[in-house]
């Protein structure tokens, strides 16, 4: 690519003052980003991606330092990984679009008319791949899906035609086809505007698709950054070979494990109802659509999952499968049908069902330390602990799912996204549920660490019988990992 560059970072250094002292999040980084390219950065949970993003974007928290020189005059905008956050929970969706190009308008030195603001907020809406636009525009965040939201987000940040677009995992929650979409998206913006773009994702065929070239992290610094073909083909650095032998072994179907599983005494027959440990019967559930309107999620929806199976949920960004899994939980009370665990209709859940939500950010107390978080559930529902206290047993769970007793002391909003839903994952754990239902649980994490959940929940079926329902957009992974696959269809 002979085009000229737009960015260029030197010496790059993000330290942030702790109550444990001095942490360096950032060390030393050096790279240029061309006009209309598009850099990917890739690396583990906590190797800095994001802190690097943020620091571009001036938006470091008041206990960061960051030092180094970059190119100044240019427009950014941000698609940030956890879109639930990123909204403010009281304005509709549509007024929050609103807001932004409003201010792009006014520092353009326009003054900009209510109805042409009107119609370019529909115009993104339908962009970014949402249909009734205008109805939608007046919902809340809350009323959409994941992936609905996670558009939103993308169109927030389009509306103020930067000329650098930072997308911080940008189709983490996103299924295959809406990621095909807005990949798409990402790539014709690109070529119509020349907008160059810094891409942070774990997902390595999304790199491969899209970018021009990558830039690995480790531990803040970058240890290689060439084109996306070399990199694939040739990496250099240990630590990127690494992360592509990760990346293939965590989506390689495991023969060994699937006739395991098959064959697994405990799985029980797909028919035996005695087996069955939760039966889903007649479901039907639709929420209001705009001011006049409902919107179907499913209909007549009715499966059993037998205890110590692995179940996948599929389906579309909008589909209904979180609105399943929290009809399930309690948290919502469907329109019609019944939902039986162990057979006991509105059994009181006493902690034998967890679940780990999509938004690891929302679902984790900003003012509560790491440690309290995971042994709450302890606490509510009043069971001992096999270790000799709550505390014990968080640094235990956290051991379990990748983390060191560090952590037990920190805040939510001192861990990367990924580190925040592996504590999800260990809160969920600490109880020992007969079920767990992972909604999206692994599509923040990084190829290692998917590897390393991905076997952690292969083991708690096979050592304490639990059963999981496994809601995912990422069918290969489905595929390696599930007995039993519903697809729940859009309405």
Known sequence: MNTPQILKVENLKVVFDSAKGYITAVKDVNFAL????????????????????????????GNALCTGTKSKGLRYAMIFQDPLTALDPSMKVGRQIAEAIYIYEKSCGRKPVRSQVNRRVIELLETVGIDNAEERSRMYPHEFSGGMRQRVVIAIALAAKPQILLADEPTTALD?????????????????????????????????????????????????????????????????????????????????????????????????KAAAILEINHLSHSFKLGRKSRKTVFTDLSFSVNKNEIIGIIGASGSGKSTLAKCIMGIIKPEKGIINFIGQQ??????????????????????????DIIAEPLR?????????????????????????????????????????????????LCTEPELLIADEALSALDVSTQKQIVELFRHIRQEHDCTILFISHDLELVNSLCDRVIKIDDK
């Open 34 to 61: 061309r006009k209309g390219e598009i850099l990917a950065l890739v690396g583990e949970s906590g190797s800095g991606k994001t802190v690097l993003c943020k620091s571009l974007m001036g938006l470091l928290p």
């Open 380 to 428: 509510i529902n009043h069971i001992k602990t096999k270790r000799k206290g709550a505390r014990e047993e968080a640094a235990f769970q956290l051991k379990y799912v990748g983390l060191d007793q560090s952590y037990l002391d920190r805040y939510p909003a001192e861990l990367s996204g990924g580190q925040r839903q592996r504590v999800a994952i260990a809160r969920a």
């Open 346 to 371: 509105g059994r009181k859940n006493d902690g034998s069902i967890q679940i780990v939500f999509q938004d690891s950010t929302s679902s984790l107390d900003p003012r509560m330390k790491i440690a």
């Open 176 to 272: 295959v086809k809406t990621q095909a979409q807005i990949l798409a998206l990402l790539g014709n913006l690109r070529e119509k505007l020349q907008m160059s773009i810094i891409l942070v994702s774990h997902d390595l065929r999304v790199v491969r698709q899209i970018a021009d070239r990558a830039a690995v992290m480790k531990d803040g610094e970058i240890v290689e950054i060439e084109s996306v073909d070399r990199i694939f083909e040739k990496p250099k650095h240990a630590y990127t070979k690494e992360l592509l032998e990760a990346s293939n072994a965590v989506h390689a179907i495991d023969n060994d494990i699937k006739n395991e599983n098959k064959t697994n005494k405990n799985a029980g027959n797909i028919n035996d």
